[in-house]
């Protein structure tokens, strides 16, 4: 753990808050006329997702936790457990299906994903998904037709078993890119 102020803040930054882990999602320093200076933050609890909003004294002490990032490949599910594997030294990691948390959704086997580590203590923080990833789409309902002139969308289940909104020209067996942070359509591949 590393001291810091607040003008160390940077967006993606780990700190360590209330004797809690939080990621900063967004900072931005303020100084309204004659009062005193103070940073508005937006931070997310990385144990449980949650996000809030506080204030800090601008140049106030903070302590940034140094996090390392593993890529690991994804290679199936065991009850409770998703089971990973260092692709160096092909251990193989068990993460509970909280840790992992809503990412479950896009995780398809064999794929990799970056296991958030704490540099300091070596304890599993989350597991991070890359931002788009390319899935099938295994069932959805057939467009009606005349539907394609506005922007009307069908729900589509994928082949890991999520369930998106998709436009009408979507058909089964279609490969389409996702945005894992918002579960997202973005195009046709």
Known sequence: MAAGTTSDLRNGM?????NELYQVVEFQHVAPG????????????????????????????IDI?????????YLYREGDDFIFMDNNTYDQIPVSAAMVGDAAR???ENETADLVYDSEKETLLGVELPIFV???????????RGDTATNVT???????????????FVNEGDRLKIDTRTGEYIERV
């Open 134 to 144: 390319i899935l099938e789409v295994t069932e959805t309902a057939v467009a009606v």
């Open 65 to 73: 936790v140094r996090i390392e990032r593993r890529p690991m490949q």
């Open 14 to 18: 780990v700190i360590r808050y209330n």
């Open 154 to 168: 069908k729900p589509a289940t994928l082949e890991t078993g999520a369930v998106i909104q998709v436009p009408g």
């Open 106 to 108: 896009f995780l398809k």
């Open 34 to 61: 004659n009062w005193r200076a103070f940073v508005r933050v937006k931070l997310k609890n990385l144990a449980n997702g949650k996000v809030i909003e506080d204030r800090l004294r601008a140049g106030a002490d």
